[in-house]
Structures are given as structure tokens and as C-alpha cells.
């Protein structure tokens, strides 16, 4: 826009005119990205999706050719830090996904409105976009006494879920709080909290668990859609194969020493020092399925057994009380050291997997992706 | 009379609403409300107690260290245990660019906007801007290139005509009052700093696995092994890579955010008259050495009085739930202290959804803490006033350094924009002085002290029978404590009174308003369907909560419906 008119681009502002649709290839070369980075990009998301090297350009060639979908991000029973993984997204950056990519129109942390325009702003996408926008839902919904637990704008987080997510495209539950109730649903839980997929059960939900989110995730599941057109396989608790298919323990750096039957006794003892691993400090790894060993956070700088703390179960339903005490090692797994044991609970939990997965799919009236498939699955 | 209603209060952590009386274009009287309730500290009652750091940091994932501080100290502090020097370090290092980034990210992404019109920033000429800049700081990136590229990037955003999270701002507000090229230059610095801000966070996950909720937290000390000769341990390049982020949060401080700060309130000196609120400050000191002596000095300053800085004493440390959703067993009249204290949910307000809240009645989940009966402002100002009045010697000359520039007074602090000022002082302060204690902690390393972790008392078995603590921590937000009670190796009772229940609170037993409620009394609203200023005073908090701001007819009959084109 080279009008320097005062009255034209205000107009411009308030009244959101001028509708032509951007590929996000576009989008990116007027904000000046290069194709060299544009291009680096394309093969981070590849390789987070757990796509072969190939993909690369199949990827770079959907983005130059999708939309800029908009987005609206909702936060109920919430602490943010799903909203501050996404501000510590490196590849792409927040100001890419938030300013580039996609069109956030509404997103109570960041968003310029407050009040009833802030409101009026989701209502408009939800509206005008009715079917097409993709919704992210942080934090879970307290059921009990009619939604009086969270209210936004004098409406109960139940209302507005099953307003915003009912119309959307797909759903992306972001942490375990969205995913399957998280915190607030822990015993006793005081206000009948719940994941958007139970208090929205026509929704098409993904389930982007762990806490918070590890923000690489996110973006790979929104490229994954961009570029498909489509959402990616799921496991029976409604979470990406791509990222939770296998478990940590599988992945972890520190697999050889449990193998080596080495192990950390003490915090701050010889084999904590040295990297050994932390099964008897309580780690949950073996139980955990993510891919935080692999994919890490914070551009990749490290991950929770990398500063010397077990895994806490975090990407798993109601881990706050199947998983704690924090340091107690995990029940059930009495062999320690004894490779054959700790997988049998990986075993059972794919099994369940497998079987929920089945019955998922069989019910999703969307398209879904048939790739990967078994190679990308534990059991 | 009109009353206005906020609701969501956006660019803030959480939900909150704020209601306001409107007289003659000034606030005469306004509510805070908290529409959000999780009940974690119900949750954690019988709980291990070396776990409650895990929970109650997901009280916030904004200032997502700060309860699991408070948490392990309160949980020493009953079991008395001392942690190594290089724990105190770590945590200190940890608290220190927690605090510098959190700050950084207030005033630019969540406080700038009610400044900064973004579009007015279209207008700017780069080459002024430049010059702009030039005369404020050296900051490299501060170059008539630089900001043309960000103007056509913004000319590129707003041609798409889909302006995602800038439409339907205030923009054009009469309230925002600096020239095109401030604006262009604050909105250049807003998106340098959300590139800045995820890389010096990564000082977290070097120390703690991530960011947010790093998990490297122990009752007793930290999990991350120091050891040279180690690559699973902090090693010489680990402490490196600290240093040159450390170096690089303090320039972006000193030459980007301090200069933008005094750039903008130079245009906003009324606000120094605005917003004063309580006039009661409370903080409790941070930093501790290894000796136990904190860096920042704890006290209490009552009616801006700051020739006197009273002790604290945690016995006069009361919640009260007169206007909030919560019964206590014996009645509302009398106060709990936290390690008494009581989390039973009340709902009484109006079933949703809902216009307005019962404001006579209870109107929120936030209790309403109180100091020897007082309400107290919690937060960078109450820090960097009980820093100044105690004559602390950093402080004192950063205060004075920004009194001068901006040629005001010392009475300028209590204030919307004294305490957005205040924020940019203590962001200062702590952004130079952190590198310090990394410079301990290597030395220390160098003497061969590898300690991590006070073992002695890390078997529940060598535990009393039953035990209580509390642990305290100014986190960016303020004064935040945890009272804990510990029996038979569990929790028996948990409570955090935190710095955003201290500054959102509603009304007590005697009437008296919480500090976002008695600060906006006075504050100018030029239009009430587009409350700006509302947004100004509550955001110079910096609130950690979510809320939301309407407004009604004097009569209290009529509602003024904002109009959204």
C-alpha cells in the first residue's frame, strides 16, 4: 500500500477492506523473508512432522500456494504458558506464525483489542469464516454449577467452547489442560474441569498434550494441515503420531546407561554428574509418549532429563495423579533394568492406543492422513 | 454517572474484568474481578510436599518461576533446610533474567500498545526516525534502513486488509499522543524485542531443561549437575553461552527498553498524576547471598511516606473473603493468616451469562489480602521505593537518574506512570546485576564446589512429624508468598497469596478498595465506549489474571453498548 493519505488508511484500518488472499510464500517475500530461509524452514517442519528429508519441497510448495488461514486462540482454565511456548517459537518465530502465516484474530495475551471490541473481533471470524478458521483451545473447561468457573466477557468458557470450536474447521487443544482436563482435574477436581474434546464432543479435536506444549509441535500440526489439507494421524488420545508415537524412553540420550543398568542414586551424586539415568529418581519416561528427547525446546537448547530431572509424564491423561509422586519410580515397573519390563508398559499403552485409534477413526467424518503409519508406531 | 464494563481485559495473564463508574469523564468509583477459579491449592492438600514447586508453578506460565521459588523455600523453611552456595546462585540467575525478560515483555507487548499507536507509525519518515533514535541511544539496529524495512513490512500487513491481533484496537484514540516516528520507532523495538525475548529465556533452559515451566527446581536445591568435566552437567561452555546471553538481555536493557521508556513517558507526563492508588507498598526482598542477606531490601511503606520503611512481619498476613466467592467456616468478619487459611468455592455472583456483577456483594475469586489490616501495593514500584527509601545505593541513582531526566519529582512515582517507570528501574537494576552473581558462581566452581543439592533431609523418614514454613519471593509482579503446613510427610494445608491477589483484591470487611480498584478512581476516560485509559492504569500493574471492562448509565438503567464497526 503506497497511499500516504491519512482518511484512506485509517478507513483501510477500521474497516478491514481489501480481502485478496496471500499464499503464506508471498506473504513471507513481502515481509522480506528470503527463500533461502523460507526454504530452511520448509525442512525444520518436515523433519518435525517426522516426514522424510524428501517432503521438503512438496512442503515449500504447498505453503507458496495455501492462504493465510485465520485463527482464533481461546484460553479458559489457563496459566498461559501454552501461549508463552508459542512467544518462544523459533522456527518460525512467533512474529512469523502470528503476523505471517496465519491471520490470529483473536487472542486474549497478545491482541491490540479489549472488552466488547475484542469480542466482536472473534465473533467476526467466527462468523464471516464459519467452517474455515482453525480454533486453538489452552486450558480446560470447568463443567460444574453451570460453567461458573470460567467466564469470559460474562460468558461461561463452556459457551463460548462449544460456540467457537463447534463451528470450526479443526480444534487444536494446546497442553494437557485442553487435552484432557490437566491440573484443575485433579483429584478432587474442585470445578468438574474437562478437555475440549469431552465438553465438546462433536468437535474435531487434536491433542497437543505436555506442559506446556512444545510450541515446534504446534506449528508442525498447522503446516501439516497446510500443506495436506488435512490433519495428521492421531493415537487413540487424539494426539499426532508424528510427535507422540513413541515413547521417551525410546529416544532418550540416556537410554544406553538404564540399558548398562547405571543409574543416578542421588542428586548432585558421581552418576547424576555424569549423565546416568534417572529412572530411580522417578523419571516417567518409559511410561511418556512425546518426542521432547528429539525435538527439545527453546530452539532446540535442551529438554527436562537434559538438566539432570526426570521426566514428570507430562503429554499423558491425568498424569498429575496416575503418574506422581514426582519422585517416586513408577509403579509397575519393579525390574528396573530389566529392558523387557519397562517395555511391556509401553505395550499395553500402544495396545490401548491402537484400539481407541480404531474406533476414532472410524467415527471422524474428516479426512484424515494414512501416513506414516506403522513404522511410526510403538508396540 | 455511567458505569463501563472491561471484559476481557486483554494483554494481561488470565481473566479479569474490570467495572467502572464514569462521572463528568473521570472514574468515580471501580470493581476487580477475577472470572476464573482452579482450586490447585484444595488439590494439593495430602499431596508429597517436594512435589507442590511441580503444581504450583502451573499457577503461571508467564512468570512461570516464580511460584516454584517460593514453593521450595517454603517447604525449607519448615523442614529447615540450607541450600548449597551454587543453588543459591542458579535460583538467583534463574529469578534474575526471569524478571529482566518478563519486564521487557510487559512494556512492549502487552503494556506498549496503550501508548504506541501502531498506526500512526505509517506516517513516520525513516530518516526522522532515525535521527529519533540516534539522539536516545547508540543501539546499532537503530538505523533509517532498518526502520523503512519494518514500515513496509507494516504497510505490507495492513494492505493484506487482515490485520489479526492489531484490528479493532483504539488506534486513532485522542489519548495517544506521540509523533509518527516514536510510534515507529516503539513498534520496531516491539518486534526486535519478541526475537530478543526468546533468546535470552534460553538462560532457563541451559539452567532448567525449558521455558516455560522449567523443570530443574528441588526442595533442598536444583537438579542441574555442575561439573567441568562433564557434557550432561554445567560445564565451561554452558556457562558461557550464560554469559553472552546475560550480556546480551543488559544491552538490550540499557539501550533499547530504558531509552524507549523515557522516550515515551516524556510524552505522558499527566500520567505522573494519575493512577496513585493505595499509597501502601510491601516487599519482600530478594536475592538472597549465601549468608541469607538479600540484595534488594525488604520493608513496608505506608501513605507514601517513604522517609519511613517499616519491618515486615508475616503474622500480619490476613485474607479476607467479604467480596469474594469463598466461605470461610467461621464467618467472613475475621481475617485468615494463609497457614489457616481456607480455599472452599462459594459462587454467589449472577449465573452467566451476565451483564454486570453483584458489586455490592461478592464479586470475584481474588480474596482480598491484607497487611496489619491494610491493602498494599505489591510489585516493581513498592520494590524500587523500599530500595530507594532504604538508601540502596543502585537504586537511588537509577531512580534518580529517570527523575531527572524526565525533570520530575520523587512524587511522580506513585502513579500510573511511575509505576510503568519503576518496572524499566528494577528491570535495570536486576538486568546488571545478575551477571554478578554468575561471576560467584563460576569462582566458586573454579575452588572445585560442585554442590547442587542439600541431601540430608531429602527422605521424607528424616522429617518431623509435622512441620510449617512459608517462603517468600518478589517475582516480577511483586510480594508473592506460600504458607505451607506439612504432616505426616504430607501437605495439610497449602495457600499462595500472590502479588496479583494483593493488587487485584477486591473490596475487604472495612470497605476498603484493592490497588487496581482505588487506582483508577480519578483516571480521565475521554470516550466510554473506547477506554483507553482504563487500560493504561490497569496495565502499569501488570496484571497476572484475565479480566474484562464495560460501562453503564448513571442511573444504572441504561448500558452504553460499544459499537463495533
Known sequence: MNNQDDGAENSLLEHNCAMREYSVGEILRERGVSRRDFLKFCSAMTAAMALPVTFAPKVAQALDEVKRPPLVWLEFQDCAGDTEALLRSANPTVGEIVLDILSVDYHETIMAAAGHQAEAALEKTITDYRGKYLCVVEGSIPMRDGGVYGCVGGKSHLYRARQVCGGALATIAVGTCASFGGIPAAVPNPTGAVGVKEAVPGATVINLPGCPVNADNLTATVVHYLVFGKIPALDGHGRPLFAYGKRIHDNCERRPHFDAGQYVEQWGDDGHRKGFCLYRMGCKGPATFHNCPTQRYNDKTSWPVGSGHGCAGCSEPAFWDTMGPLYKRLPNVPGFGIEHTADKIGIGLAAGAAAAFAVHGALNAIRRDKEPSDENREG | ?565
Open chain 2, 1 to 565: 454517572m455511567a458505569k463501563i464494563v472491561v471484559d476481557p481485559i486483554t494483554r494481561i495473564e488470565g481473566h479479569l474484568r474490570i467495572e467502572a463508574e464514569i462521572t463528568d469523564g473521570r472514574i468515580t468509583d471501580a470493581w476487580s474481578s477475577s472470572t476464573m477459579f482452579r482450586g490447585i491449592e484444595k488439590i494439593l492438600k495430602g499431596r508429597d510436599p517436594r512435589d507442590a514447586w511441580f503444581w504450583t508453578q502451573r499457577f503461571c506460565g508467564v512468570c512461570t518461576t516464580v511460584h516454584s521459588i517460593a514453593s521450595i523455600r517454603a517447604v525449607e523453611d519448615a523442614l529447615r533446610i540450607k541450600i548449597p552456595p551454587n543453588a543459591q546462585l542458579i535460583r538467583n540467575i534463574i529469578i534474575g533474567i526471569q524478571n529482566v525478560q518478563d519486564h521487557v515483555i510487559h512494556f512492549y507487548h502487552l503494556h506498549a500498545l496503550d501508548w504506541v499507536d501502531v498506526t500512526s507509525a505509517l506516517k513516520a519518515d525513516p530518516a526522522k526516525t532515525q535521527a529519533l533514535a540516534a539522539s536516545l541511544s547508540d543501539w546499532p539496529n537503530n538505523s533509517a534502513t532498518y526502520f523503512q524495512s519494518v514500515q513496509d513490512k507494516l504497510k505490507a500487513f495492513v494492505a493484506s486488509g487482515r490485520l489479526g491481533p492489531f484490528a479493532n484496537a483504539y488506534w486513532g484514540h485522542p489519548a495517544y499522543k506521540l509523533p509518527p516516528e516514536a510510534n515507529l520507532m516503539a513498534t520496531a523495538h516491539y518486534l526486535e524485542a519478541l526475537e530478543w525475548q526468546k533468546d535470552v529465556i534460553r538462560i532457563h533452559a541451559i539452567l532448567g531443561s525449558k521455558n516455560p515451566h522449567p523443570q530443574t527446581f528441588l526442595v533442598g536445591g536444583m537438579s542441574i549437575p555442575i561439573d567441568p568435566d562433564s557434557q550432561n552437567a554445567l560445564n565451561a561452555d554452558k556457562l558461557m553461552e550464560i554469559k553472552r546471553l546475560l550480556k546480551k538481555a543488559q544491552d538490550f536493557v540499557e539501550k533499547v527498553y530504558i531509552p524507549d521508556l523515557l522516550a515515551v513517558a516524556s510524552f505522558y507526563k499527566d500520567w505522573a498524576a494519575i493512577g496513585g492508588g493505595v499509597g501502601n507498598f510491601l516487599s519482600y526482598g530478594e536475592f538472597p547471598d549465601a549468608a541469607g542477606n538479600q540484595w534488594l531490601p525488604q520493608g513496608a511503606i505506608l501513605g507514601k511516606d517513604i522517609s519511613k520503611v517499616l519491618p515486615v512481619d508475616q503474622k500480619k498476613v490476613a485474607e479476607y473473603v467479604d467480596h469474594s466467592w469463598f466461605e470461610y467456616k467461621n464467618g467472613p468478619e475475621k481475617g485468615l493468616h494463609p497457614w489457616d487459611g481456607e480455599s472452599e468455592a462459594s459462587y454467589s455472583g449472577p449465573k452467566p451469562p451476565y451483564e454486570y456483577l453483584d458489586t455490592d456483594k461478592k464479586y470475584s475469586w481474588v480474596k482480598a489480602p491484607r497487611y496489619d489490616e491494610k491493602a498494599m501495593e505489591v510489585g516493581p514500584l513498592a520494590r524500587v521505593l523500599v530500595a530507594y527509601a532504604s538508601g540502596h545505593k543502585e537504586a537511588k541513582a537509577a531512580v534518580d537518574m529517570v527523575l531527572n531526566k524526565l525533570g520530575v519529582g520523587p512524587e511522580a512515582l506513585f502513579s500510573t506512570l511511575g509505576r510503568t517507570g519503576a518496572r524499566g528501574i528494577d528491570c535495570l537494576l536486576v538486568a546488571r546485576q545478575t551477571p554478578k552473581w554468575l561471576d560467584e558462581l563460576i569462582a566458586n566452581i573454579a575452588k572445585g564446589d560442585y554442590r547442587i543439592h542439600a541431601n540430608e533431609k531429602w527422605d521424607p523418614s528424616e522429617w518431623p512429624a509435622e512441620a510449617s514454613g512459608y517462603g517468600w519471593h518478589e517475582a516480577p509482579r511483586g510480594a508473592l508468598g506460600h504458607w505451607i503446613k506439612i504432616k505426616d510427610q504430607k501437605i495439610l494445608n497449602y495457600q499462595a497469596v500472590v502479588p496479583s491477589t494483593w493488587n487485584a483484591s477486591p473490596r475487604d470487611a472495612k470497605g476498603q478498595r484493592g490497588p487496581y480498584e482505588a487506582a483508577l478512581i480519578g483516571t480521565p476516560v475521554a470516550d466510554p465506549a473506547k477506554p483507553l485509559e482504563i487500560l493504561r492504569t490497569v496495565h502499569s500493574f501488570d496484571p497476572c489474571l484475565a479480566c474484562a471492562v464495560h460501562v453503564v448509565d448513571a442511573t444504572g438503567n441504561e448500558v452504553i453498548k460499544v459499537t463495533v464497526s
